[in-house]
């Protein structure tokens, strides 16, 4: 079983930074898909931004500007820069990632980091 590892959670005050981390397998980095979600109390899980094994970065539409999405194959890890930080922005950040096949879905996800915006 892959298993996703999130880091780099935590408080940080209304405008502030953070930098969060997700390493996993070789295998993963080779050829899945990966993504950023999160989810706030009460909603429903949401997409911040998708990234192929080959770089290419897609953002869910209220998500531009202030996350950027990348990835590190050689030091299995994908990031996600988050500048400008707001109350809103409280959630639990989930590491993901996929391969999907025409008949078959191969999909794991991270534990989870909590990031709280609050002064």
């Known amino acids: 079983q892959e298993q996703l590892v999130e880091s780099g959670g935590g408080l940080v005050q209304p405008g502030g930074s953070l930098r969060l981390s997700c390493t996993g397998s070789?295998?993963?980095?080779?050829?899945?898909?990966m993504a950023w979600h999160r989810q706030a109390p009460g909603k429903q899980r949401e997409l911040i931004a998708t990234i192929t094994s080959g770089g290419t970065t897609d953002y869910g539409e209220s998500m531009k500007g202030r996350f950027t999405i990348s990835r590190d194959n050689q030091k299995t890890t994908m990031y996600l820069e988050m500048n400008d930080l707001k109350p809103e922005d409280t959630a639990v950040y989930y590491c993901n990632a996929k391969f999907e096949i025409p008949s078959s879905t191969s999909e794991f996800w991270g534990q989870g980091t909590q990031v709280t915006v609050s002064s």
């Open positions: 070789p295998y993963i980095f080779r050829q899945y898909e």
